[in-house]
């Protein structure tokens, strides 16, 4: 029996995916695996049953991967199962930076209890709500992978040229691109000539501050930014400074911060992305999948801790091994009865799928210098 605790409301659609041999709720005990959305682990006692966590999103900061990584507990989340949510709520960002709707709506919610005038001051009073089409305007899309494709894809449909950049765009991901689309080297070439940018890249050291002074100064005079990625990927304090200069039109961001609420030129939207039910469903049913192909196969997909292994099965016993350090030859060297082995690592940490022809040599992997944790399938 196979003990999933879940963290926040998980879409029974995923749920039900996990059959007779689970045991799901929020408030189960010793847990083989977990299924998490928003909540943070980062001050939860990982139990020694623990082996899986499964993030029914993109994001992954909630969880202490490195944490996990160290007590072999494989951290998945489910690219591209939200993308479609992300991709419309960034086009209506996109339309909304430009047409002043949301200034409209406010200002039409003052002319209440002006009776059989209403109409005639909401259209003279129409005019201080004049906005760009974003027809024929260039879009700069900062990160092609699940989301920005789709986006990217959105706009060509709706007119725009787009152009965009990404340092590991797959070949894969290349091919799905609408071929008006142009990818550009660096990031520089992208904001320099877009009227607007949208960024969809991960938070990391190398990706914070992304949009800061420096870069707002060599994009066009009136651009409007789009962030639905990641607090932390935009510098607030730069960008509130470039709209009081009439640099910056309009920032659009569903991260809300202190610093930019009720600011002038800023819309700021709660974090609804994934917010709608076939997203939650669709992240619900990778999660769970991904994780019933670990427990009960061995296989990793989409772990953003270990590395993805999949292998079919070839002998009586399957031995799931995490470990750290290149030590690949001394585990498969401990196993008597080997059949076929898949290796692979990511960073320091890695994960070796071994299928033998009996469960006798476990001691011998547990004891190998760097095997963090070794768990056998019959």
């Known amino acids: 029996m196979y003990n999933v605790l879940t963290l926040n409301k998980i879409s029974p659609k995923g749920t039900s995916r996990l059959g007779a041999d689970y045991n799901v709720g929020d408030a189960v005990e010793n847990p083989t695996a977990v299924m998490v959305r928003s909540a943070s682990m980062h001050d939860m006692d990982m139990p020694e049953s623990l082996l899986a966590i499964a993030r029914c999103g993109a994001g992954t900061n909630n969880i202490p991967k490195d944490v996990c990584a160290d007590k072999g ?83 060509a449909a709706l007119g725009m040229k787009v152009v965009g950049y990404d340092p590991f765009l797959s070949v894969n991901n290349a ?114 999948d991904q994780i019933m192909e670990y427990l009960e196969r061995g296989n990793i997909v989409n772990s953003v801790n270990y590395p993805n292994v999949t292998m079919a099965k070839s002998g009586a016993v399957r031995y799931c091994v995490l470990f750290k350090g290149d030590i690949v030859k001394d585990i498969t060297a401990a196993v008597s009865t080997l059949k076929a082995v898949e290796a692979k690592t990511r960073g320091d940490f890695g994960y070796a799928i071994v299928d033998a022809d009996d469960d006798a040599s476990v001691s011998a992997l547990e004891a190998v210098d760097g095997v963090i944790k070794v768990r056998v399938i019959k």
């Open 73 to 155: 507990i494989v951290v998945f989340n489910t690219p591209g199962a939200n993308a479609n949510a992300v991709k419309e709520l960034v086009l209506a960002g996109l339309l909304l930076s430009s047409r002043k709707v949301v200034e409209g709506i406010e200002w039409a919610k003052t002319l209440k209890g002006n009776g059989d005038a209403v109409g005639k001051m909401a259209e003279k009073g129409k005019g201080q709500f004049v906005g760009p089409e974003i027809l024929g305007k260039t879009l700069g899309v900062v990160g092609l992978g699940a989301i920005g494709i789709l986006v990217a894809n959105s706009a």
């Open 175 to 288: 091919l799905k691109l609408d071929p008006s689309i142009t990818v550009y080297p660096t990031v520089d070439d992208v904001i320099t000539q877009s009227d607007y940018v949208t960024i969809h890249v991960p938070l990391l050291p190398d990706t914070k501050d992304l949009i800061d002074a420096e870069a707002i100064a060599k994009m066009k005079d009136g651009v409007r930014i789009l962030n639905f990625s990641r607090d932390g990927l935009v510098n607030c304090a730069a960008v509130l400074e470039a709209i009081k200069s009439g640099k910056v039109s309009k920032y659009v961001t569903d991260f809300a911060t202190d610093d930019v609420l009720a600011e002038d030129g800023v819309i700021c939207l709660p974090h609804l992305g994934a917010s709608t039910p076939e997203s939650e469903e669709n992240c619900a049913v990778m999660a769970a």
